[in-house]
């Protein structure tokens, strides 16, 4: 596909002069990655690394020009209008922000439209985080790998860390918890309700709540919930001995050195929870970072340092992706689509994400981990999150995620409140994620139900 | 002859008639016909279309809508749907405890102001204050007031000396919470339905009833109780269906946690319509909800109509 565009005399003179202006004061050119293109609009959730986002799109209007609308809701409320807008003929948003629940229903819905389908010179900069893979689609096997077309372009590399005290850990004499019995031994220890809780989980029913909090215990113990989606074998495995042990522990972990309210507490309570020094520990995704040493909403400052999450020895830390994408909708005009396009490819360079970082968001590019940001005392999270990075597993790859995620959210729930046994929890989630993967025709059974 | 007089004077008036009915006629059904087509447009073909989703599976390929015909298959997993049955079972515990609460408080509450004679009408505004707050402004409220750590309802009892509890996280007290939050926002739709009614009692059997000895009570029990009872029936019918249709309370407060403690109706719909994304599921179980409400409004308002038989 090519593009004609006519260049009145009078602009092609000043941007000459402006060129000429720029190249006598050094430091003073920068490469423009984007050219001017149509107005976009962006449907994104509130998250807490929202404003770092929306910073950037200024950096990104102030250096091109190019004018960008962001459509801001809660989580719940961002999926409904996505789905609201791909569906329609015309589409009103043309870039979704998508999350790790339902990136894999839009790309299999045909909702979205592969980067390199609109513009086939497109690259990716190499060091942009591929998370698992899940920014790519393959539409014949249905599956993420390489091998598919580039769909999308991470946002967000969202992973849990453990958040734990160094101020209190510096006194006790300790190190950052690597596995799961150092981290029971410490919150126990650090544990003195009501003004200090060892630990506080998320455990609350929600869109992705107890679920996402529950991976990180899941996948450290060695367990899973499909015994193999890349190969198609849909096989449930939640309620494997593995997977007991985890849920053994993370209902252990609340009950003793946990908050009371565990079963109601959501992502906001966790943070709140740490940022008034409530807290030695809280297993949260990264994009919390700054709140904790913000004066104005944080008590700790400076006092909270950062870890992978932990695993049983023998294992690595296993990190459940929870991260955000961005993906352009099949269904809005081509010069739109080009828009889209020219954003997404400023927004992968190891520039735009500094400027990410220096917002308080969390970079895609690894090539900023290697920058000298990554040493000072204000950025202490990157080295961890980059150590975790890689280890980070991407949980769906289906498109009917999100009905998966209800039983988890329910019977995950019920556990930590104590209406049911974690085994007649796991037996129950793995009968009922067993039936969603037959009623979607995919290749699925199950364990003996444990006792 | 006189008969057959009239009918020869009358024979020629009939045509006239008969086109003035004509007319009538057309002219009713042209100025109902737009409000009929109206209505059959926003509310028979919204539930019609409900009606026959409920019947197929949607899913999406390329962009575009696929449906399936499923026939009864959605309608026979309800039954087997562990979330549908709580919800079902809560919806009916929230609609009957709450709206008991709210009938009893407000009638209380009509009673006395309907004896106050001083700042009568300060007392009403303060009454219907919670009514006019919105929704979510209530979660938020409320969520703050039962909160484990700083609500204020925990510090009151801390003051004395009961421990603190997690009213909201707890499965003994989270619907029983969600209930008293909803008892404190519609108590005052019911106080003023019980208010207009009271004030329109007939005076005089009052005075009757006086005059014949009968105190307070015995005047609350055999006079004002019987002549309210249709008003009762209304108001009850009235809350119960709006109770059983209630989400933002336990969206807000609990989101259907802990567990399935507070999982009501409206919010299992949520869950499987819109987060699930399941239409066609979801549409079997918004027409099964459809038909609970319906039958619970015609046993509600044939119960009024016994009753105003009676009386």
């Known amino acids: ?451 | 002859m006189a008969a057959a007089q009239a009918q020869t004077l009358s024979s020629p008036r009939r045509p006239a008639k008969v086109s003035e009915d004509r007319g009538q006629r057309l002219w009713r059904w042209l100025t109902f016909g737009p409000a009929l087509a109206m209505m059959l447009a926003l509310s028979v073909l919204p539930i019609a279309n409900l009606f026959l989703t409920s019947f197929q599976n949607i899913t999406w390929a390329d962009g575009q809508q696929v449906r399936t015909w499923v026939g009864l298959t959605h309608y026979q997993a309800l039954f087997s749907d562990s979330l549908f049955g709580a919800g079902i079972s809560n919806t009916l515990i929230f609609a009957f405890g709450a709206v008991a609460g709210q009938m009893v408080l407000g009638f209380a509450m009509a009673l006395l102001c309907t004896k106050i004679v001083r700042g009568r009408v300060l007392y009403r505004a303060i009454f219907i204050l919670p009514i006019l707050i919105p929704g979510i402004v209530i979660g938020a409220i409320w969520k703050l007031m039962l909160n484990f750590d700083f609500g204020l309802v925990n510090k009151a009892l801390g003051l004395i000396g009961i421990l603190p509890h997690d009213w909201l996280g707890s499965p003994e007290t989270a619907l029983l919470s969600v209930i008293a939050v909803d008892i404190w926002h519609w108590t005052p739709f019911c106080f003023l339905l019980f208010l207009a009614g009271l004030e329109s009692l007939p005076q005089d059997v009052f005075e009757a009833a006086r005059m014949d000895g009968a105190g307070a009570w015995q005047e609350l029990v055999y006079v004002t109780l019987p002549l309210m009872i249709p008003t009762i029936i209304v108001t009850f019918a009235f809350r119960l269906v709006l109770a059983f249709k209630v989400f933002d309370e336990v969206y807000l407060l609990t989101s259907g946690g802990p567990g399935t403690s507070t999982e009501v109706i409206s919010f299992t719909l949520y869950q499987r319509f819109f987060t699930e994304d399941k239409a066609g599921y979801g549409s079997a179980m918004s027409v099964a909800v459809i038909f609970l409400v319906s039958l619970l409004l015609v046993l509600a308002l044939s119960a009024r109509r016994r009753t105003g038989a009676a009386s």
């Not at chain 1, 090519?2 to 006598?24: D, E, H, Q, W, Y």
């Open chain 1, 1 to 451: 596909m090519t593009f004609t565009t006519r260049i009145p005399r009078r602009n092609v003179l000043k941007g000459m002069g402006m060129a000429a202006t720029a190249s006598l004061v050094p430091g003073a050119f920068r490469p423009l990655y984007a050219a001017s293109v149509a107005p976009i609009t962006i449907v994104i959730n509130q998250s807490p690394w929202f404003e770092s986002f929306r910073r950037t799109v200024e950096a990104y209007e102030a250096e091109t020009g190019n004018k960008v609308e962001l459509d801001v809701n809660p989580f719940a409320g961002s999926l409904e209008k996505q789905r609201n807008s791909v569906r329609a003929s015309a589409g009103q948003y043309d870039i979704l922000i998508m999350n790790s629940g339902w990136f894999a229903e839009m790309y299999a819905g045909g909702f979205v439209e592969a980067i390199t389908d609109i513009d086939p010179g497109f690259q990716l900069d190499p060091e942009i985080y591929t998370l698992g893979d899940t920014i790519y689609y393959d539409a014949a096997n249905k599956t993420m790998t390489k091998a598919g077309k580039l769909m999308s372009m991470p946002v967000s590399p969202l992973i849990p860390m453990l958040y734990y005290r160094g101020d209190l850990y510096q006194e006790a004499g300790l190190s950052a918890p690597k596995t799961f019995a150092e981290l029971e031994a410490n919150a126990k220890k650090f544990h003195n309700p009501p003004g200090m809780y060892g630990i506080v989980q998320r455990g609350a029913r929600g869109p992705h709540t107890v679920a996402y909090d529950f991976y990180p215990y899941l996948y450290g113990f060695g367990g899973g919930i499909f015994k193999d989606q890349a190969t198609g074998d849909y096989s449930v495995t939640l309620n494997s001995d593995q997977g007991r042990e985890a849920l053994d522990y993370y209902v252990r972990l609340a009950k003793e050195a946990g908050h009371p309210k565990t079963a109601a507490s959501d992502q906001a309570e966790v943070i709140q929870a740490m940022v008034t020094g409530h807290t030695a520990h809280i297993m949260m995704v990264i994009a919390a970072w700054s709140q904790m040493d913000d004066p104005n909403k944080s008590a700790i400052v400076d006092k909270v340092e950062w870890a992978p999450t932990p695993s049983v020895e023998g294992l690595t830390t296993s990190p459940g992706l929870g991260h955000w994408l961005a993906g352009i909708s099949r269904n809005v005009p081509d010069d739109r689509k080009r828009a889209a396009v020219e954003f997404l490819r400023w927004f992968q360079t190891k520039a735009a994400q500094l400027e990410t970082a220096k917002a308080g968001g969390i970079p895609v590019n690894a090539a900023v981990y290697k920058e000298p940001i990554a040493d000072e005392r204000r950025y202490r999270w990157m080295k961890p999150l980059a150590e975790a990075l890689p280890h980070a597993v991407n949980i769906y790859q289906f498109p009917e995620a999100s009905e998966v995620i209800s039983v988890l959210e329910l019977g995950l729930n019920r556990a930590v409140a104590g209406e049911i046994t974690t085994v007649d929890a796991l037996n129950g989630m793995s009968d009922e994620i067993e039936k969603i993967m037959a009623g979607h025709s995919y290749k699925t059974g199950k364990l003996d139900p444990l006792k």
